[in-house]
């Protein structure tokens, strides 16, 4: 069965410093993979999308993300992060028939 | 471009009640999800619609929960009797294919006492 881990429940970072966020996935055939971001009260944003192609794919908001086959990980990276990126990250796979499965989510808590 | 539409924000019911959600999807995408996000996890797909058909339920609890998008257009997602363990926020989501971006809605926040 499809899974979605991600390690991090919480990760706070002091603003204008580097994030990275951690993604691992389990699915069997090729992987569609999505990054999504979540502000309180509000429905899911997509940051970015793996589909095929170029391995390092390039979101809204300064975010991208590496797609590595060999470790089963699609780490979500932003070189500088701003306070208004406090939120909550959601990793996910799109399984068989376009049905996500989401990880956990990481909680992302911007110091300034 | 209008974004995915959901009816209510909010609902605060009683267990032993019965809700209905409401969506409306973004102007022509064929598929539409109802996801429930339980307090502290990631969303989780209930019922997948391809036009007015239902392509997964599997994760639909089917003796209290029943989901119908007549026209293939708008949804109505219903919970009857709602249990506490039915409290979280119920997303709708739609796409113009499979595969393709899911777009979601701000979402439902059911409360069951």
């Known amino acids: 069965a499809q899974s979605v881990t991600q390690p991090d429940i919480h990760i706070t970072v002091s603003e204008g410093a580097s994030l990275e966020l951690r993604c691992n996935y389990s699915?069997?055939?090729?992987?569609?993979l999505f990054w999504y971001v979540q502000s309180p009260g509000q429905g899911l944003q997509l940051l970015l999308k793996?589909?095929?192609?170029?391995?390092l794919v390039q979101g809204i908001k300064g975010f991208e993300a590496e797609f590595k086959r060999s470790q089963s990980s699609f780490n979500l990276r932003k070189p500088s992060v701003h306070w208004s990126d406090a939120a909550e990250y959601f990793c996910?796979?799109?399984?068989?028939?376009?049905?996500?499965?989401f990880g956990a989510g990481t909680i992302l808590r911007v110091k300034s | 471009e209008a974004g995915v539409a959901q009816s209510p924000r909010y609902k605060i019911i009683e267990k032993r009640q019965s809700v209905a959600f409401w969506c409306n999807p973004i102007?022509?995408?064929?598929?539409l999800y109802w996801y429930q996000q339980i307090l502290g996890q990631g969303p989780k797909l209930l019922i997948q619609?391809?036009?007015?058909?239902?392509?997964?339920d599997s994760q639909l609890p089917k003796d209290r929960f029943s989901a119908e998008r007549l026209k293939g257009v708008d949804s109505t997602l219903k919970i009857q009797p709602a249990k506490l363990e039915d409290s979280a926020v119920y997303l709708c989501?739609?796409?113009?294919?499979?595969?393709?971006?899911?777009?979601f809605g701000p979402g439902t926040r059911l409360t069951v006492l």
């Open positions: 989501a739609s796409s113009l294919g499979v595969p393709d971006t899911q777009y």
């Open positions: 699915y069997g055939a090729t992987p569609y």
């Open positions: 793996y589909f095929s192609g170029d391995t």
């Open positions: 996910a796979v799109g399984a068989g028939g376009n049905k996500l499965v």
């Open positions: 102007s022509g995408h064929a598929t």
């Open positions: 619609f391809q036009n007015n058909g239902v392509v997964d």
